[in-house]
């Protein structure tokens, strides 16, 4: 397995474990040179997206991946966990329907649980 598609795996463990409402794998490598994977979820309250971004940074540490940069800790609204071949968003429910991710980067293709176990 490419160590992309095995961090994507990871996160998307990561958040599962934490309860992350619609968490969403897009592949975009054909479509970008920014990533290979965009991961998208969301918490229910500040403190859920907290774990959730400590969650993903736990599981990824313990595998050797550490991220080149976090951005938006603070505000817990919108954090995003960069991991170079992987981008982690952790969204707030609120602004997660205002940014909509999903709906610009739609031309990328959307992976499935289980096809990231493949």
């Known amino acids: 397995m490419n160590s992309s598609k ?9 958040l599962e474990e934490k309860k992350g409402e619609d968490i969403q794998v897009i592949e975009i490598k054909e479509i970008s040179i920014i990533a290979d994977y965009f991961i998208i979820a969301n918490g229910t309250n500040a403190t859920q ?39 982690v968003h952790v969204f707030s429910k609120e602004d997660r329907l ?16 289980e096809q990231l176990e493949d």
Not at 6 to 14: D, Q
Not at 52 to 81: C, F, N
């Open 6 to 14: 095995e961090m994507a795996k990871l996160a998307y463990m990561a």
């Open 49 to 87: 997206v907290d774990a959730l971004v400590d969650s993903v940074q736990e599981t990824l540490s313990k595998h050797g991946y550490e991220p080149k940069r976090i951005e938006g800790v603070r505000s817990a609204s919108w954090i995003l966990m960069d991991y170079g071949d992987v981008i």
């Open 98 to 113: 205002f940014y909509n991710l999903e709906r610009i980067w739609r031309d990328g293709k959307t992976v499935s649980k």
